[in-house]
């Protein structure tokens, strides 16, 4: 099993000056290929007022996208005039004088920079080289598994580097007495820096990439670690017997299908963190540009958004965790929050745009992002991987419009957060009905806490698995090994026994409404 686990780096004034010094260069290089290869995927590797000459060899699999000959009329790897020196030609007996591929040529031309050039030959060669290794991916990808031409990256988006495996040696120095300590990393070219060692990395976990990264608050390394234990094995869905369908929402972050809520603080989108924000982006709007006030004034809003961010973080592992420990499956909905926040279509009358909306869902669409469901339900799906339980998605068609009990479907049943349904008079939170909806969906029921205990089952559907490392703000899945069967809890599909005081109001309110 792969994990990343993040620790925060304590540099010196000189390694700081020296790490920000290689993002620049890495960032510039990183440009100055990729701009090479654009021109030479437009000019054709051609001067462009001089006509294309194919030479013998000169052709291109569409298939394989393989490159023969010194000319290549699709995937044009570099502009030939004044690029490359003589040394860097080799010759072939089939074709005479060719070059090689993009990759290969640069990486050559990035070895002489490093003699030539004292910005180049301060940054650790395997650095450099894996930043043009990762152009490649992103070139490659483009022809290949038709991806987005790569774009050219901003000071703001180019903020990592990686070493190779094996290159950073970590030194531990954790007492018993002391639980928590500054240990210490060496990085080559860099040299020995502080860092917290926030959690213990196990003896038998093989280290591979580290990787270098500046927030707004500090520098930080991800370091890429190889466990030795094992996922357990997925439970089949045929064998679960009980599950819980979970709703997603602005108003509640979760809304379960037993009647319980998780909150969403909406940390973004508050009163009062809309206004720290607002204030301190009007200070940096006043600021002269390109002074070091500016500059000043952008790094206190950047540490507000990074502090949002870890609130948000923290928050929705406790809520991941509340969910997979509910029952012995989980369902949710197959949402795709990336058309949800679309724009509105222009609306267009006698040649000028009318008022289409768009104004308002502006509101909606950062509610949205705020509550971050894709992140949500990614945390979801790797403790449920660990704990052995599946996890399902659903239709999200017509959920909250649909009654859990006749299955009536009308948008009239729907009024706000309440639902009343037009059939049977059913009365439930629109929220819970919705989450009780996609439980059905799915042909699995809900096990109350009550249950008998089974064989290797808690009670409320949790299983008895093997301890792995926990989870974090810190954690992120890397690759999932699959996953577990077991036998689960028999129960009725019936919601808690405890009904919280406001709910009791709630459906007298709704009784008086019906009546």
């Not at 023969?68 to 003589?86: D, F």
């Not at 490093?114 to 650790?124: A, L, M």
């Not at 965790?321 to 267009?348: F, H, T, W, Y």
């Not at 698995?465 to 019936?494: C, E, M």
Request: hydrophobic fraction near 35%.
């Amino acid at each position: 099993m792969q994990i990343r686990w993040r620790f925060k780096l304590q540099p010196n004034i000189g390694q700081q000056a020296l790490m920000s010094e290689w993002l620049v260069t890495l960032r510039k290089h990183r440009n100055y290929c990729l701009a090479e290869r654009q021109r030479g995927f437009e000019t054709n590797n051609q001067k462009s007022d001089e006509p294309v000459m194919y030479h013998y060899g000169a052709f291109s699999d569409k298939k394989s996208r393989v490159e023969y000959g010194s000319y290549c009329p699709l995937t044009c790897p570099i502009v030939k005039h004044g690029v490359m020196s003589a040394e860097l030609t080799k010759n072939s007996k089939k074709h005479g004088l060719i070059w090689g591929s993009a990759a290969d040529i640069q990486s050559k031309r990035t070895t002489e920079l490093r003699s030539e050039s004292e910005w180049y030959s301060r940054i650790n060669s395997d650095v450099l080289q894996g930043n043009l290794a990762k152009l490649d991916t992103a070139y490659n990808g483009f022809f290949q598994y038709k991806r987005g031409f790569p774009a050219f990256r901003k000071v703001a988006n180019f903020k990592t580097f990686q070493f190779k495996p094996k290159q950073v040696r970590l030194t531990v120095t954790r007492s018993s007495n002391q639980p928590r300590c500054y240990s210490h990393a060496y990085f080559p070219g860099l040299g020995t820096m502080r860092y917290f060692d926030s959690r213990t990395i196990p003896v038998d976990a093989d280290i591979r990439t580290v990787t270098v990264i500046k927030e707004a608050d500090g520098w930080y390394m991800s370091v890429l670690l190889n466990l030795p234990e094992s996922l357990p094995e997925v439970a089949g869905i045929e064998t679960v017997k009980s599950a819980v369908g979970i709703d997603v929402g602005i108003n509640k972050l979760i809304s379960l299908s037993d009647g319980s809520f998780i909150e969403n603080p909406k940390f973004a989108t508050n009163k009062k963190t809309r206004r720290q924000l607002r204030i301190r982006q009007r200070r940096v709007n006043r600021k002269v540009k390109g002074s070091n006030n500016r500059k000043k004034a952008g790094i206190i809003v950047a540490k507000l958004h990074k502090k949002i961010a870890d609130k948000r973080n923290d928050h929705q592992w406790k809520a991941a965790n509340k969910v997979v420990g509910m029952a012995a499956a989980i369902v949710q909905e197959d949402l795709n929050v990336k058309a949800m926040k679309s724009r509105c279509k222009p609306k267009r009358e006698k040649g000028r745009f009318m008022a289409n909306g768009q104004s308002a869902k502006r509101g909606l669409n950062r509610s949205i992002s705020d509550a971050s469901w894709g992140e949500l339900f990614s945390k979801i799906a790797w403790l449920a991987l660990k704990s052995g339980k599946p996890v399902l998605s659903v239709n999200p068609k017509f959920t909250s419009q649909e009654c859990s009990v006749c299955h009536h479907l009308a948008k009239a049943s729907r009024d706000g957060e309440k639902f009343i349904c037009e059939n049977c008079g059913h009365i439930d939170h629109a929220d819970t009905q919705a989450s009780r909806t996609i439980l059905r969906r799915a042909n699995l029921k809900f096990v109350t806490k009550d249950a008998k205990c089974a064989t290797g089952i808690l009670p409320g559907g949790h299983f008895r698995v093997k301890k792995l490392p926990g989870d974090s703000r810190k954690v992120t899945l890397v690759r999932d090994d699959s996953a577990s069967n077991g036998k689960q809890n028999q129960g009725k599909n019936r919601t808690s026994k405890v009904i919280p005081e406001k709910r009791i109001l709630f459906e007298q309110l709704c009784l008086q409404l019906f009546d």
